[in-house]
């Protein structure tokens, strides 16, 4: 493009305007719709990643809530069962007997109700200190091998009037049980010392927490434990691996938020992350923690992706054909402007214009190579003017120059005959001498009928012939068709002096020299033929530099002649020899006929 | 300057085919593995822990592992030749892999070579054979817990200490092992140990072998139960003598009646294995190996010494009592 500037240096690399354009276009919606894509998918996965923490903190605080409720449920059976009386009455009062039993029977019969319709209670137990104790349905026995003032939940039931909450841990008070259970203990206060003086405790087994963990409707592979406020475990899935130390938990993350919270995690590899989301009991002090596979949370992300680059293929496919299409539109008035300067530049300057019709840059660019074109035609023409007014002023100049020269050559024959006293002789060559004047004065236009261009040779080979006497003769043999024909003046009559003086001259016998002149085809032929000594082919090639050489000197020399009918007649028109050495010349012009000029 | 166009257009396809390709490649993973293994334990007993406990493990990690896993057994722990039936079985059935706890250190080599032979991962769990062929082994250290018993006999042990050593199965690497064991931590009372009776893990020949023993030397002070029906059967011939005043009795393994009698202070102290990690960890290297993976020729899943005052501490009642959520 700008090679001598060499700064667009990007642009240089196309070859046209178009494809720079285009694929500049190209480029500027490929990096465009990257830029969009991405900012897009960040801002989708975040907005994912954002509406997924927001509906598992929903969904864990749900469950932490329904935890909350079955715990409330299970101090209600206990507060029930010590509010009832019985309990109060079997472990501290003082009664007959049979009262005993009956309240025993009470406590039993309510045990084994509670427990038939609760499938998540594996004990119910009333225990005291003294070893009395009613483990579910009376059948069950304390273990006689474990002292229960060292088990810490019951001291820790003992000493307080509100319920307690174990993690998972076995239960090995009760002989021959050993289950993994969650205790829910609450001391039973004897009104008479106004202190606790036994404990009723539940055992929780794991369905209804199991249940309620694993029907949440977190995503796919996710998983929900619970931890203590401590960070023991009282659910887990996989709490048999935990506590064979087959695998992990993030406990200690779990138990750094302090509230309700998630948090992120990677694995080694840094690509799986879990999104751990808590939830702390007010009540309890138990974290509900709901675990979900990131990957699993961004499915949507894929398909959000996939989405989003199919519509950015069509956009862009779209985008190219719409900038190729915009650039072909934009750029055409350049290749219009381009094409017609490319003809201008070969020299045709006719029919350049160029139809630009809009109003931006281009258009007042293809104006101004409009009026520049025709401003260029305009100043070619006045060149061609000039050139012809140049040319015609140098004619007349020529034709001036004639008439001394000859004049003096035949004023000296004159002398030279008068001296003779050949007066006869003297008039005839000054009448003759007088005509041919009369014709170069009275003939003041540069064209001339032919006619009167042979007549004047007619006169100037008169005075010749009385010259040179008897070594010279002449004869006009002209087509009466032709005579008429208007040509240019002073075209014979050089070629017959150059015939007498060149060919007849160096003659030793007589010469003759004939005018030969008739139509063929839209050409006038004009000949003038001396059987002089004639030219060998060197010569003959070099005639009209040697006639050029003698200019001046000779009058009007067979150049000036050849000059000017190729001026005046254009290319093609013009004057050459035939020559053959001893045999003699022939010069013949060759001019168009009818030839009629535009201007005078 | 068409071709550029059509250059362009040509990259813009190239990209969306490049695109589509690899999200179709991506979509393609994660399949379903449906890989199929074979456990043959040494026997399949509903009323003993530790097998109890190792199936668990292996059936947890198989499914962990989305593996189709089939246990087979014979009727006995020591009935090598019924489990080298199977073993041909198991072949037959061309498994992904096969899990084995062969019953004869010297009798089930064969077979288990056979497996090898037959291109089929093999993972032996708890007992050896006596070859190296096995692409792993997931076992207690046999010797190491033998050990952790004769040492702690030790301590009690005198020159004038008669002590019995009650194996299960003679022959079996675990027998051998743990015999060594016992016998390395024992130290200099080695030569106290007046009779190594093996019991063919039944607790009734176990508790019948003890009372004779009781009779022919009632001065014992020292037994070392091997295994879990040899600790208890002897364990129950020496409460029901009233004896466990004037003999201490260390045990391996747990279960119920086990802990109970360590509960009563029968057992002075019991060392535990822990067959649901061994189990879990065996199907976990067979899942490496399928996996191409480079696993360890040998694993140890570890002992635990529990003395009858730390039963309940919290950390024992993970080892001791398996999780179960019923």
């Known amino acids: 493009m700008s090679e001598e500037k060499g700064c667009f240096t990007v642009l240089s690399l196309f070859k046209s305007v178009k494809t720079t354009v285009l694929c500049l276009f190209s480029l500027l919606i490929i990096i465009t719709m990257a830029i969009f894509f991405l900012i897009s998918m960040d801002y989708t996965e975040k907005t994912i990643l954002e509406n997924s923490t927001d509906y598992t903190s929903r969904l864990v605080r749900q469950l932490n809530r329904d935890i909350d409720s079955y715990i409330d449920y299970m101090e209600n059976i206990s507060s029930m069962v010590i509010q009832g009386g019985d309990v109060q009455k079997y472990l501290f009062a003082e009664m007959p007997e049979e009262d005993m039993e009956e309240a025993y029977g009470r406590i039993v019969a309510q045990f084994n109700t509670i427990v038939e319709t609760r499938q998540d209670i594996s004990n119910i137990a009333v225990v005291a200190p003294d070893g009395k104790a009613i483990i579910n349905g009376g059948r069950d026995r304390l273990n006689e091998n474990v002292d229960l003032e060292e088990v810490e939940w019951y001291r820790e039931a003992m000493q307080t009037t509100d319920s307690i909450l174990t993690a998972s841990h076995v239960q090995y008070v009760i002989r021959n049980n050993y289950k993994w259970v969650v205790t829910l203990g609450k001391g039973i206060k004897d009104s008479d010392t106004g202190e606790n003086g036994g404990v009723f405790f539940i055992d929780l087994n794991y369905k209804l927490l199991k249940d309620l963990c694993e029907n949440n409707s977190l995503a796919v592979n996710s998983y ?104 072909t539109a934009i750029t055409r008035p350049i290749k219009e402007l381009k ?12 029919n350049t214009a160029v139809a630009i019709y809009s109003n931006n840059e281009l258009g007042s660019l293809g104006n101004s190579f409009n009026l520049m074109t025709a401003r260029i035609r305009e100043l070619m023409a006045q060149n061609i003017y000039e050139q012809e007014e140049k040319r015609k002023s140098e004619l007349k100049a020529l034709r001036s120059q004639i008439n001394p020269h000859f004049l003096y050559n035949t004023l000296d024959s004159i002398i030279w005959m008068a001296e003779g006293g050949r007066n006869r002789e003297v008039v005839r060559m000054t009448s003759a001498l007088a005509k041919l004047l009369r014709q170069s004065i009275s003939n003041d236009n540069e064209r001339i009928p032919l006619e009167k261009e042979v007549d004047y040779a007619g006169s100037y080979l008169t005075i010749q012939k009385m010259r040179y006497k008897d070594k010279l003769e002449y004869e006009i043999d002209v087509a009466e068709d032709i005579r008429k024909e208007e040509i240019i003046n002073l075209i014979l009559q050089p070629l017959v002096e150059n015939s007498i003086y060149h060919g007849i001259k160096y003659k030793g016998s007589k010469g003759l020299i004939r005018i030969v002149g008739y139509g063929e085809g839209e050409k006038v032929i004009l000949k003038v033929i001396d059987n002089g000594i004639g030219m060998d082919e060197k010569t003959l090639k070099g005639i009209f530099d040697i006639s050029k050489k003698c200019e001046g000197k000779q009058g009007v020399g067979v150049h000036n002649v050849q000059t000017r009918i190729s001026l005046y007649y254009g290319a093609g028109y013009g004057l050459h020899f035939e020559s053959t050495l001893g045999e003699g010349t022939a010069a013949i012009i060759t001019i168009p006929r009818n030839f009629r000029e535009r201007e005078e | 300057m068409r071709k550029h166009v059509k250059n362009v257009f040509l990259w813009v396809f190239a990209g969306v085919a490049v695109a589509a390709g690899v999200l179709l490649w991506r979509g393609g993973e994660g399949e379903e593995k449906g890989r199929r293994i074979i456990f043959i334990p040494k026997v399949i007993d509903e009323d003993n822990d530790f097998w109890k406990l190792l199936i668990e493990g292996v059936e947890m990690a198989a499914a962990e592992n989305q593996m189709e896993v089939m246990i087979v057994a014979a009727e006995t722990e ?215 993976e480079k696993v360890l020729k040998k694993v140890d899943s570890g002992c635990e010494l529990i003395t009858n005052d730390s039963v309940y501490t919290e950390e024992n009642q993970k080892l001791l009592f398996p999780f179960r959520e019923e």
């Open chain 1, 224 to 327: 929900v434990f619970i931890v203590d406020k401590s960070g023991k475990i009282i659910y887990h899935p996989k709490q048999q691996l935990l506590y064979n130390g087959l695998t992990t938990e993030r406990i200690d993350e779990v138990m750094g938020c302090g509230s309700d919270g998630y948090f992120i995690t990677r694995d080694s590899g840094g690509k799986e992350g879990k999104l751990y989301t808590v939830s702390v009991s007010e009540k309890t002090g138990w974290r509900v923690v709901g675990v979900a596979d990131i990957s699993e949370l961004m499915k949507n992300k894929e398909k959000t992706e996939y989405i989003y680059m199919f519509t950015s293929a069509i956009l862009l496919c779209m985008a190219v054909v719409l900038a190729t299409f915009f650039t």
């Open chain 1, 339 to 350: 094409d017609s300067m490319k003809e201008v530049e070969r020299g045709n300057l006719e």
């Open chain 2, 78 to 292: 020591d009935d090598y030749e019924a489990q080298n039936e199977l073993i041909e079985w198991a072949i037959g059935e061309k498994p992904d892999a096969i899990l084995l706890t062969p019953s004869s250190l010297t009798e089930t080599t064969p077979y288990a070579r056979k497996v090898v032979e037959h291109g089929i991962p093999l993972i032996l769990i708890d007992s050896a054979i006596d070859e190296d062929i096995a692409d792993t082994m997931i076992a207690t250290d046999n010797v190491k817990l033998g050990e952790v018993e004769g040492s702690y006999m030790k301590q009690y042990a005198t020159e004038e200490s008669r002590i019995v050593i009650m194996g299960h199965v003679e022959g079996s690497s675990t027998a051998i092992e743990r015999e060594n064991g016992v016998r390395k931590g024992l130290g200099e009372y080695e030569d106290r140990i007046v009779e190594v009776v093996f019991c063919d893990s039944d607790y009734d020949k176990a508790y019948e072998l003890m009372k004779e023993l009781m009779e022919k030397y009632p001065d014992i002070d020292l037994v070392a139960g091997l295994n879990e029906y040899s600790a208890v059967g002897a364990a129950r011939a020496i409460k029901a003598a009233n004896r466990q005043d004037r003999i201490r009795i260390v045990g391996i393994d747990s279960s119920l009646e086990e802990i109970q009698f360590l509960e009563e202070g029968i057992f002075e102290i019991i060392v535990i294995q822990n067959p649901f990690k061994m189990g879990y960890l065996g199907v976990e290297a067979a899942e490496k190996i399928l996996n191409g």
